[in-house]
T-cell receptor
């Protein structure tokens, strides 16, 4: 079956611009997570959705970051006024329910020039 | 705060040379320990979940074990295609179900 998909695979933007990153979870998975991975580091938690609601956004670094999941499936991570420090790989994961193993997408590599 | 430390940072093996990767963790109460494999430019690929001390799981040349303070990923007779970064993560039961990851071990298996 289809795994988690993320688009775009690569995004290059200029400092100060707005970007949107999309995640399509595995069909039927109710839990969705966003992580950020910097070079040489493990993924770091950003936000968790159960269904349509953001159940926990405590990992978002500041208010320039926002994520939505309006219909309980596809999610979009939105970053306003991008900064060079936002450059990283943004990973999306989904699980059948919150307590199960999480399956990751291929990630979006964001580069802020 | 949950902490995960993986060692070594990098490991180079000859094909067929067995070894182990270590994952030490500090959590308030372990609810699950996860091993993932990550190839360059790709997302982590799920390997195993361990829930309680003494538990073991196997898949092909990999075997994961768990104690109260650490987990080991044993690699028996590795092949070049086993080369990847291996990530360990813990879940301690928080309501956000987040995983806390270590930095990973970069494994290179030479033919």
């Amino acid at each position: 079956g289809a795994g988690v998909s993320q688009t775009p695979s690569n995004k290059v933007t200029e400092k100060g611009k707005y970007v949107e990153l999309r995640c399509d979870p595995i069909s039927g998975h109710t839990a969705l997570y966003w992580y950020r991975q910097s070079l040489g580091q493990g993924p770091e938690f950003l936000i968790y959705f159960q269904g349509t609601g953001a159940a926990d956004d405590s990992g978002l670094p500041n208010d320039r970051f926002f994520a939505v999941r309006p219909e309980g499936s596809v999610s979009t991570l939105k970053i306003q006024r991008t900064e060079r420090g936002d450059s990283a790989v943004y990973l999306c994961a989904s699980s059948f329910n919150s307590a199960n193993e999480q399956f990751f997408g291929p990630g979006t590599r964001l580069t802020v020039l | 705060e949950d902490q995960v430390t993986q060692s070594p940072e990098a490991l180079r093996l000859q094909e067929g040379e067995s070894s182990s990767l270590n994952c030490s963790y500090t959590v308030s109460g372990l609810r699950g320990l996860f091993w993932y494999r990550q190839d360059p430019g790709k997302g982590p690929e799920f390997l195993f979940t361990l829930y309680s001390a003494g538990e073991e799981k196997e898949k092909e040349r990999l075997k994961a074990t768990l104690t109260k303070k650490e987990s080991f990923l044993h690699i028996t007779a590795p092949k070049p295609e086993d080369s990847a970064t291996y990530l360990c993560a813990v879940y301690s039961g928080g309501s956000n179900y987040k995983l806390t990851f270590g930095k990973g071990t970069l494994l290179t298996v030479n033919p």
